[in-house]
């Protein structure tokens, strides 16, 4: 794991894109076509977003002061691998934290939203993971995780995040402050975000897309936690793996052989999912039980 650094300045200029929008057109044909135009009318953006008829928000610059932690450098489940195909629920991303925190790997657990945006945007707060302008080689969609050696943040070390698939992490007080450009800001069903709840972090490869795209500065969530409905099929947001410092990564941890333990539990659930790429399957695996309850 990657250690990083909880201070820092984070958040997106809100001139970065240049808009296309496409909500109330009856019909939107390749709107994405229209980006050059739209870049030449705002010469001072650094990317074209098509937004659709929702538009998540995009958070501002704002100072972050966290404890130091520790970051799973490639998106889970890691360098190499295939991205799962069923992705994650609201409903999963909480099993996830559920099962995390029984401490059978390490500290790890989900990060929270300020700590995704400190290791994606590192202390230059980059828009983008891998710099200040959007580049349309970079961060292929095609591929598996690590595909692009170039998708990365050359100082926090990470590579992927919030530039290709968009990630499940949770809400911090420090994030809920600043979600919106006027709080108290309400989530999905105008619920008042909480904190701990799992939320959606970052944007993806897709050019057209409620979320802004290819940075770690835009969110959404998808409600309270529930088991209704939670068998259907997932999205293709990830997990993003966080741990507290400890010894091995920087800290002090407890008896002589726990940490090496949780090493080799986690390589284990690790490997569920590379060889099923099925987020359900690995969930399963570690918490011996089906995810969703039986009707």
């Known amino acids: 794991m990657l250690r990083v650094s909880g201070t820092g300045t984070v958040g997106m200029a809100s001139s970065a894109y240049a808009v296309v929008s496409t909500a109330g057109r009856a019909v939107v044909d390749a709107p994405e076509s229209e980006c050059p135009a739209a870049r030449a009318a705002q010469p001072e953006t650094v990317a074209c977003w098509v937004q659709t008829d929702e538009v998540d928000p995009v958070?501002?610059?704002r100072s972050v002061h966290t404890?130091?932690?520790c970051i799973e450098p490639f998106p889970f489940p890691g360098e190499g691998s295939a991205w799962t195909m069923d992705g994650m629920t609201?409903?999963?991303?909480?099993?996830?934290?559920?099962?995390?925190?029984?401490?059978r790997y390490g500290t790890r657990r989900l990060c929270t939203m300020s700590e995704f945006q400190l290791a994606v945007a590192g202390h230059e707060n980059r828009p983008f993971i891998y710099g200040?302008?959007?580049?349309?080689?970079?961060?292929?969609?095609?591929?598996?995780?690590?595909a692009d050696p170039a998708c990365r943040n050359a100082e926090t070390g990470v590579h992927d995040y919030g530039a290709v698939r968009s990630h499940?992490?949770?809400?911090?007080?420090?994030?809920?402050?600043?979600?919106?450009?006027?709080?108290?800001?309400?989530?999905?069903?105008?619920?008042?975000?909480?904190?701990?709840h799992p939320i959606v972090a970052g944007g993806t490869a897709r050019v057209q897309t409620r979320q802004a795209p290819f940075t770690p500065h835009t969110w959404h969530d998808h409600g309270v936690p529930n088991p209704v409905g939670c068998d259907d099929m997932g999205h293709d947001d990830q997990a993003v793996i966080c741990a507290d410092l400890v010894d091995g990564y920087g800290g002090w941890w407890g008896p002589r052989g726990t940490l090496a333990d949780g090493e080799r539990a986690w390589a284990s659930l690790v490997e569920v999912a590379r060889e099923t790429r099925s987020m359900t399957q690995t969930l399963e695996s570690g918490l011996g039980e089906p995810v969703c309850p039986a009707p």
Request: net charge negative; aromatic share 6%.
């Open 90 to 103: 609201a409903w999963d991303a909480d099993a996830l934290g559920r099962l995390l925190s029984t401490g």
């Open 168 to 196: 499940w992490v949770s809400a911090d007080p420090a994030f809920i402050a600043a979600a919106c450009d006027e709080p108290p800001c309400r989530g999905a069903g105008r619920r008042p975000l909480i904190e701990g």
């Open 67 to 69: 404890e130091d932690f």
């Open 59 to 61: 958070l501002g610059l």
């Open 132 to 146: 200040a302008v959007q580049d349309p080689e970079r961060c292929p969609v095609d591929g598996g995780i690590g």
